[in-house]
T-cell receptor, first 111, second 114 residues
Framework: NAGVTQTPKFRILKIGQSMTLQCTQD?????MYWYRQDPGMGLKLIYY???????DKGEVPNGYNVSRSTTEDFPLRLELAAPSQTSVYFC??????????FGPGTRLTVT | GENVEQHPSTLSVQEGDSAVIKCTYS??????FPWYKQELGKGPQLIID?????GEKKDQRIAVTLNKTAKHFSLHITETQPEDSAVYFC?????????????FGAGTRLAVHP
């Protein structure tokens, strides 16, 4: 199993541009999550999904959108990028049990 | 909502010494407390977790203790090795609805010196 994969690894955006961060898992997990990690801070939940077609907001959803059309994929959309969205983004998935498995992250810079 | 505080923010130890990281949480309904290790350039990886029905859990050189009355839990690493150097995060969750929304602490950067 590849586990949780994320693309791209790095990206630089200009203010006002849009992009989609991709996340795929091959473990058949129902639950998937998007976090952001700012320097020196813990991870904060942006959005999560409990299954295909079902998504909900986390702690910091403003400026982001998600969709979940399949069990495997959970893309995160940034519309009108702002410098405050400069961060490292992690996708995670979990089965019915508690453990969350994290991807390697996407480092995004908005200038 | 839940708030998790983690101390210290940095910790430096000599190889072979023990390291202790402490977290406190605010929501008494929290019942799941994982610890994650994050190596440079990688995503966090679960190293140990504890649920509220136990007070202590061990896995080789790693142990976690939970004090529900005081609402704090700690990570203990014994016989530290250079490969233990990483950032460690604690988290807490109430696990509503069969899934869990983790609230993370700010992290502890552990450096183990040979």
């Amino acid at each position: 199993n590849a586990g949780v994969t994320q693309t791209p690894k790095f990206r630089i955006l200009k203010i006002g541009q849009s992009m989609t961060l991709q996340c795929t898992q091959d473990m058949n997990h129902n639950y998937m999550y998007w976090y952001r990690q700012d320097p020196g801070m813990g991870l904060k939940l942006i959005y999560y999904s409990v299954g295909a077609g079902i998504t909900d907001k986390g702690e910091v959803p403003n400026g982001y959108n998600v969709s979940r059309s399949t069990t495997e994929d959970f893309p995160l959309r940034l519309e009108l990028a702002a410098p405050s969205q400069t961060s490292v983004y992690f996708c995670a998935s979990s089965p019915m049990s508690y453990e969350q498995y994290f991807g390697p992250g996407t480092r995004l810079t908005v200038t | 909502g839940e708030n998790v505080e983690q101390h210290p923010s940095t910790l430096s130890v000599q190889e072979g010494d023990s390291a202790v990281i402490k977290c406190t949480y605010s929501d008494s309904a929290s019942n799941y407390f994982p610890w994650y290790k994050q190596e440079l350039g990688k995503g966090p990886q679960l190293i140990i977790d504890i649920r509220s029905n136990v007070g202590e859990k061990k896995d080789q050189r790693i142990a976690v203790t939970l004090n529900k009355t005081a609402k704090h839990f700690s990570l203990h690493i014994t016989e530290t090795q250079p490969e233990d150097s990483a950032v460690y995060f604690c988290a807490a969750s109430k696990s509503p609805g069969g899934y869990n929304k983790l609230i993370f602490g700010a992290g502890t950067r552990l450096a183990v010196h040979p």
